[in-house]
Structures are given as C-alpha cells and as structure tokens.
C-alpha cells in the first residue's frame, strides 16, 4: 500500500514478511501471480464489508449509499492520504504492466459496481432515493466519479475533489420529494 506493486521488489517483499523464497514458489509461480491472489483476496473481502454495510448498515438505501462515500472523505480528512484503497494505489500502476493484474482489478470493480447498482434499485424500490435511468449505468459513473475523485485527492492531497464529488452523489440519488 505504501510502496506499490512494482515499488517493492520480491526479495524485500519475502525479508519483510519472513517468508523463505522456496515457500512463495511453492504457492505463487511469479510475483504477478501473488499480485493477482492479493487482488482477489482485496476484493472478495470489500465486497463483503459492502454488501454487510448495504444489507445492515443503519438508516436506508439512500443513507447507506452516502455513508459508503462519507467514510472515504472522514479517513482523507483525517489521515490526509488515501489509504486502504488497492484499488487507487494500484489502477495507473498495474493496468498497463500486466494484463491477469489488470484483469483481476476489472472484475472487482465490476463486482463492487454490481453491489452499488443493487443499492440503487433496492433504494429505489424502497422509496428512499430516485434517480434517473438505470441503476447500473448510474453505479459505473457513481464508480468513476468517485474513483477519480480518490485519484484527484492523493494528487493534490486536498480533500475538495471527494467534498466535490459527495455533493455529486447526492444529488445524482436525490432523496424523494415530499
């Protein structure tokens, strides 16, 4: 998370986990293959703390959504960094350097995407939120805008870019008129 991928060589990668050489070949047979396995335990594990915070989480679908979104912006302000997101630590770095990293990513950001459009509907359904369109088509731009607005904020190390973005997100899922 603080290095990066190709940041951290194996060898120090290994020194540091106290890991012989010959064990992590007997479970990985490159340091991508690792990557890989480390991309899909990330994401199977954010699509579980998102589906709990979708099916659990206090208030309503539309409460959810944004609580989903204000998380990330209270760990910026206080932390100052984007932290814990594999997914902006690594997209600009590994997309283009391996195609099974690259892959892996793709289908874990579908899957959260798929998450977020369930969110929608079910919110809908609910009468919690509205939008226009379809759900799924409006979870991949909530999905972008949100991804940049990470990117933006670890680039400027300002939190504006998030605070843009929220203010985006609410309205884009407007709670219902009265």
Same mark, same amino acid.
């Given at each position: 998370m603080h290095r990066g991928f190709t940041g951290m060589g194996l060898t120090e990668l290994l020194k540091t986990a106290d890991v012989p050489k010959g064990s992590f070949y007997h479970y990985f047979r490159s340091k991508e293959a690792f990557g890989? #396995?480390? /991309?899909?335990?990330?994401?199977? !594990?954010?699509?579980?703390r998102l589906t709990a915070h979708f099916s659990q989480g206090e208030g309503n679908y539309r409460d959810r959504l944004l609580a989903y979104y204000q998380h990330t912006l209270n760990q910026f302000t206080q932390q100052g960094i984007?932290?814990?997101c594999l997914t902006v630590k690594l997209t600009a770095e590994v997309c283009d350097l391996s195609e099974i990293m690259r892959a892996e990513m793709n289908k874990g950001a579908c899957r959260i995407t #798929?998450? /977020?459009?369930?969110?929608?509907? !079910?919110?809908?359904?609910?009468?919690?939120?509205t939008f226009d369109g379809d759900a799924a088509e409006l979870a991949q731009v909530l999905y972008s805008l949100w991804l940049g607005?990470?990117?933006?904020?670890?680039?400027?190390?300002c939190a504006s870019a998030l605070e843009s973005a929220l203010a985006h997100v609410r309205t884009l899922i407007a709670a219902p008129a009265v």
């Open positions: 890989v #396995a480390m /991309l899909e335990r990330y994401f199977e !594990d954010y699509h579980q984007i932290s814990g #798929a998450l /977020l459009a369930q969110a929608l509907d !079910d919110g809908r359904r609910e009468g919690s939120l607005a990470n990117l933006q904020a670890k680039m400027s190390r």
